[in-house]
């Protein structure tokens, strides 16, 4: 129900039986107040719980990348077998705990688990194949840009609000993707911008950001589905077609013992508990939102390992395309603090203007 469906409820004009007497205006005034303290409250904390959950998801999403990028002898499709093998395995005594039905409660769910799972594993591999081919903090910004196609297929097929807030954000991120990815109308004057590894990874990372907004879109559809026979479901789907990639387009090799088999423990921990967020972060809040307080998580990480653990200094268009991407993840940020707090007549107006 959007904001506005809300204040239509409550200012509308409900149809009286003469017959029953009607509250005083007082009286009237003093319930409506009692029943939206409370309803408010627990707005606000559900917005508070939904946003963190997103920003944490971001958090874990960016040590699964720098884990991935530390492990440049094994295939991505390998990579991403060995993370959904954790997640499944990890999932599952949860699953049996809590009893349910390991497909879900409706017969027709299991599809919905197998797109997931089918989207889910083509967003992995291509974004762990950006990971090996590009720097950290390039790949994470663009492929973090994802709230640029998931507001967009929110609104066509979930019905999700895109006000003009949104639609600035998204100008503001495609632009900053486009810095990034040093586009060639950008880049006329440099002959050194484009290798094969950059080309395969910038493709890499624009198919993942593709694929991850379907993603999106069917974990809202799974909103009321437990969210451990959600991660279940689509990680065995997932490992299955992961092994078929590599097996496709590269090969199994032995993991040495060492610190190697340490960071693939380390996708796999980073990357259950990043899906985990995530999908409890849609169990509450919008699509939009989430996916963009995640993207704050991710690049602020990405950045800071870029630098320390891997010595890559980020570039001015890196730089200014960061900043374009934040300053959209700050307008939605205010746009989600307005929908919160539509107690003041000034800022309901505001957003009337803006909407």
């Given at each position: 129900?959007?904001?506005?469906?809300?204040?239509?409820?409550?200012?509308?004009?409900?149809v009286v039986d003469s017959k029953v007497e009607k509250p005083s205006a007082s009286q009237t005034n003093s319930s409506m107040k009692e029943k939206s303290k409370p309803d408010k409250k627990k707005r606000t904390k559900s917005i508070?719980?939904?946003?963190?959950?997103?920003?944490?998801?971001?958090?874990?999403?960016?040590?699964?990348?720098?884990?991935?990028?530390?492990?440049?002898?094994?295939?991505?499709?390998?990579?991403?077998?060995?993370?959904?093998?954790?997640?499944?395995?990890?999932?599952?005594?949860?699953?049996?705990?809590?009893?349910?039905?390991?497909?879900?409660?409706?017969?027709?769910?299991?599809?919905?688990?197998?797109?997931?799972?089918?989207?889910?594993?083509?967003?992995?591999?291509?974004?762990?194949?950006?990971?090996?081919?590009?720097?950290?903090?390039?790949?994470?910004?663009?492929?973090?840009?994802?709230?640029?196609?998931?507001?967009?297929?929110?609104?066509?097929?979930?019905?999700?609000?895109?006000?003009?807030?949104?639609?600035?954000?998204?100008?503001?991120?495609?632009?900053?993707?486009?810095?990034?990815?040093?586009?060639?109308?950008?880049?006329?004057?440099?002959?050194?911008?484009?290798?094969?590894?950059?080309?395969?990874?910038?493709?890499?990372?624009?198919?993942?950001?593709?694929?991850?907004?379907?993603?999106?879109?069917?974990?809202?559809?799974?909103?009321?589905?437990?969210?451990?026979?959600?991660?279940?479901?689509?990680?065995?789907?997932?490992?299955?077609?992961?092994?078929?990639?590599?097996?496709?387009?590269?090969?199994?090799?032995?993991?040495?013992?060492?610190?190697?088999?340490?960071?693939?423990?380390?996708?796999?921990?980073?990357?259950?508990?990043?899906?985990?967020?995530?999908?409890?972060?849609?169990?509450?809040?919008?699509?939009?939102?989430?996916?963009?307080?995640?993207?704050?998580?991710?690049?602020?990480?990405?950045?800071?390992?870029?630098?320390?653990?891997?010595?890559?200094?980020?570039?001015?268009?890196?730089?200014?395309?960061?900043?374009?991407?934040?300053?959209?993840?700050?307008?939605?940020?205010?746009?989600?603090?307005?929908?919160?707090?539509?107690?003041?007549?000034?800022?309901?107006?505001?957003?009337?203007?803006?909407?």
């Amino acid at each position: 129900m959007s904001i506005w469906d809300e204040i239509t409820l409550k200012l509308g004009n409900p149809v009286v039986d003469s017959k029953v007497e009607k509250p005083s205006a007082s009286q009237t005034n003093s319930s409506m107040k009692e029943k939206s303290k409370p309803d408010k409250k627990k707005r606000t904390k559900s917005i508070v719980f939904g946003l963190t959950y997103g920003l944490f998801s971001g958090f874990f999403f960016a040590g699964c990348a720098a884990s991935v990028k530390y492990l440049s002898d094994l295939d991505p499709g390998q990579v991403a077998f060995y993370q959904y093998i954790a997640i499944t395995a990890l999932s599952l005594p949860m699953v049996i705990k809590d009893g349910g039905n390991v497909f879900g409660p409706k017969p027709s769910t299991k599809y919905w688990f197998l797109l997931c799972g089918i989207f889910d594993a083509f967003t992995v591999y291509l974004s762990f194949m950006s990971f090996r081919y590009l720097p950290l903090s390039d790949a994470t910004v663009i492929t973090s840009s994802i709230p640029v196609f998931v507001t967009v297929a929110a609104r066509i097929f979930l019905k999700e609000k895109c006000g003009t807030f949104q639609i600035f954000a998204i100008i503001i991120s495609v632009a900053g993707v486009a810095l990034v990815s040093k586009v060639p109308l950008l880049m006329a004057s440099r002959t050194d911008v484009y290798t094969r590894e950059s080309v395969i990874g910038l493709l890499a990372s624009l198919g993942s950001m593709a694929t991850e907004s379907g993603v999106y879109l069917v974990l809202r559809k799974l909103h009321n589905v437990n969210v451990y026979i959600i991660l279940f479901n689509f990680g065995v789907v997932a490992t299955f077609i992961n092994a078929l990639l590599t097996v496709s387009f590269g090969e199994f090799s032995l993991t040495a013992c060492g610190p190697q088999q340490a960071f693939v423990v380390a996708v796999g921990a980073f990357s259950f508990l990043s899906q985990l967020a995530l999908t409890k972060a849609l169990e509450i809040e919008e699509a939009g939102p989430v996916s963009v307080l995640m993207a704050a998580g991710d690049i602020i990480l990405a950045f800071i390992f870029d630098m320390t653990f891997f010595h890559d200094t980020p570039d001015i268009y890196t730089v200014a395309g960061t900043v374009l991407v934040i300053t959209s993840v700050m307008l939605v940020g205010f746009k989600k603090w307005l929908d919160g707090n539509k107690s003041s007549l000034l800022k309901i107006k505001f957003m009337k203007m803006l909407l």
